[in-house]
C-alpha cells in the first residue's frame, strides 16, 4: 500500500511507516491539481495544517481511504466531502498539549512584562529599567474557552502560577474528575471574570467568530486575550476596535484568520505580541504527533478494504 506524506513530518514518523511495509511518497507544498495527481496510486495521506484536502481533492482520489493529521484540528480537511465518500478521518489532539499549553504562558507572560519591547532596547543600547512596570499572574483569574486536553495542560499551569482558573465547555459531557479546583461558569460569566482570557477550540462553523464585538465588551476593560487555538475564532476587526479604544488592555497572538496575516493592522499595535502559529513548534511536539498519526495511517490501512 502506498501513502503519501504531504507536509513534512519527523523522520521517525516516516520510518515508522516504512518498518510497517507501507510504500511512502513524500511531496510537499502541493495545490489542488498536484494533490490529486499524487494521490492517485495512495490509500492514505497524511498532512499537517498547510495541505487542504478538498471536496475536490477527494473526489478525485478513487483509491483514498485514510486522511491523518499529524495535529489538532481539522479545519482544512472536508469532513463532510470525506464521509460521503467513506474515507476515514483522524488527527492526533493529545500529541500537541503540552507545546500549546507552554506558549500560552510564553506569550502571556512577554505581554505582561513587556518582555520583545525591553528585549529589543536593550541589544540597541537602551537600559530602560523602570520604563516597562509588568503585572504578575499570580492571584489573577484564567479564564479558559474549551477545557479538553489542551485548556486542562494550562489550567494545570495556572495553578503552578497561583492563578484562579475559571472555564466554559458546553459540549464537555461531566467535568473531568481531578479538576474540582477549576470553577465551571456560562460563557458570559467566563468572559466577565477573566483577567486573562485564553481559547482553546476548534474552528467549526459553531466557532468561526464566537469572540466578536459583543464578547469583547463584556470583558473586562483590563483584561487580555490569548489566541493559540485558530485565528478564525476571533472576529479581528473587533478585536482591533477593542485593543484601540481601550475595552480591552492587550492580547497574544499565535494564529491568525488567514494565514500567513501580510500587513495585519493587529500587528502593528503596542499591546499585542504575535508569533507565526507556533503552537506545536517543538521537537517533542512534532515528534510524538507524527508517530501517533503513523500508527494511526497503518492500523487503519490494515482494515480490510470496504
Known amino acids: 500500500m502506498r501513502v503519501l506524506v504531504a507536509?513534512?513530518?519527523?523522520e521517525a514518523a516516516v520510518?515508522?511507516?516504512?518498518?510497517?511495509?507501507?510504500?511512502?511518497?513524500e511531496r510537499t507544498g502541493l495545490k489542488e491539481a498536484e494533490l490529486i495527481e499524487a494521490l492517485q496510486s495512495c490509500e492514505g495521506i497524511l498532512i499537517r495544517g498547510a495541505t487542504r484536502v478538498t471536496a475536490g481533492v477527494l473526489r478525485?482520489?478513487?483509491?483514498?481511504?485514510?486522511?491523518?493529521?499529524?495535529?489538532?484540528?481539522l479545519d482544512n480537511v472536508d469532513l463532510q466531502a470525506a464521509r460521503e465518500r467513506g474515507v476515514t478521518v483522524a488527527n492526533t489532539?493529545?500529541?500537541?498539549?503540552?507545546?500549546?499549553?507552554?506558549?500560552?504562558f510564553g506569550l502571556t507572560l512577554a505581554l505582561e512584562r513587556h518582555l520583545t519591547a525591553a528585549a529589543g532596547d536593550l541589544r540597541r543600547g537602551h537600559w530602560e529599567k523602570t520604563k516597562?512596570?509588568?503585572?504578575?499572574?499570580a492571584g489573577r483569574t484564567l479564564g479558559l474557552l474549551g477545557f479538553g486536553?489542551?485548556?486542562?495542560?494550562?489550567?494545570?499551569?495556572?495553578?503552578?502560577f497561583a492563578m484562579e482558573v475559571i472555564a466554559c465547555d458546553p459540549l464537555l459531557p461531566q467535568w473531568p474528575?481531578?479538576?474540582?479546583?477549576?470553577?465551571?461558569?456560562?460563557?458570559?460569566?467566563l468572559l466577565a471574570g477573566a483577567d486573562v482570557l485564553s481559547l482553546h477550540v476548534p474552528l467549526t462553523p459553531e466557532?468561526?467568530?464566537?469572540?466578536?464585538?459583543r464578547e469583547l465588551a463584556l470583558m473586562r476593560s483590563d483584561a487580555i486575550l490569548v489566541n493559540c487555538a485558530r485565528g478564525g475564532v476571533v472576529d479581528e476587526a473587533a478585536l482591533l476596535t477593542a485593543l484601540t479604544g481601550g475595552a480591552l488592555r492587550g492580547a497574544a497572538l499565535d494564529v491568525f484568520a488567514t494565514e500567513p496575516p501580510g500587513e495585519h493592522p493587529l500587528l502593528a499595535l503596542p499591546n499585542v505580541i504575535a508569533t507565526p502559529h507556533l503552537g506545536a513548534s517543538t521537537a517533542e511536539a512534532q515528534r510524538r504527533a507524527g508517530l501517533e498519526a503513523a500508527e494511526i495511517a497503518i492500523a487503519e490501512l490494515a482494515k480490510p478494504a470496504p
Open 93 to 104: 489532539p493529545a500529541a500537541n498539549a503540552i507545546a500549546v499549553a507552554e506558549l500560552v
Open 177 to 189: 474528575a481531578g479538576y474540582e479546583w477549576v470553577q465551571p461558569v456560562t460563557f458570559e460569566e
Open 132 to 137: 516597562y512596570l509588568g503585572r504578575e499572574l
Open 60 to 73: 478525485g482520489s478513487p483509491s483514498l481511504r485514510v486522511v491523518v493529521r499529524a495535529g489538532t484540528g
Open 15 to 25: 520510518a515508522r511507516l516504512r518498518a510497517a511495509g507501507l510504500d511512502v511518497v
Open 149 to 160: 486536553r489542551i485548556g486542562r495542560e494550562v489550567a494545570l499551569r495556572a495553578r503552578a
Open 7 to 10: 507536509d513534512r513530518l519527523d
Open 207 to 213: 466557532t468561526r467568530g464566537r469572540v466578536g464585538a
